[in-house]
């Protein structure tokens, strides 16, 4: 289990229940297990605090636009920085 937070302010955005290693390009909703401060925003997810635009919404998932950011999911604490 991940928890995504934004790389900005540190808030946590929601929980991803990612299966297998490697870094999180998408995050299928069915996966996202828990919603904390992420905003749905027109066609863009961002974060509920500085407005940090993490995701693009698609039908099924989410594509991170963020992708220089992203920490592979291989850390020990399970955190994730978009
Ligand atoms: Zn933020």
């Known amino acids: 289990m991940l928890t995504i937070k934004c790389a900005k302010c540190k808030t946590k955005l929601f929980k991803y229940k990612k299966i297998g290693?490697?870094?999180?390009?998408?995050?299928?909703?069915?996966?996202?297990?828990?919603l904390y401060d992420g905003e749905v925003k027109g066609q863009n997810f961002v974060c509920g605090n500085c407005e940090n635009i993490i995701a693009e919404i698609k039908d099924d998932r989410l594509d991170i636009i963020v992708k220089d950011l992203l920490i592979p999911a291989l850390k020990s604490e399970n955190n994730c920085l978009l």
């Not at 290693?21 to 828990?34: A, D, M, N, P, Y």
Request: overall charge positive; charged content about 35%.
């Open 21 to 34: 290693q490697g870094r999180v390009l998408r995050c299928w909703k069915s996966k996202i297990t828990r």
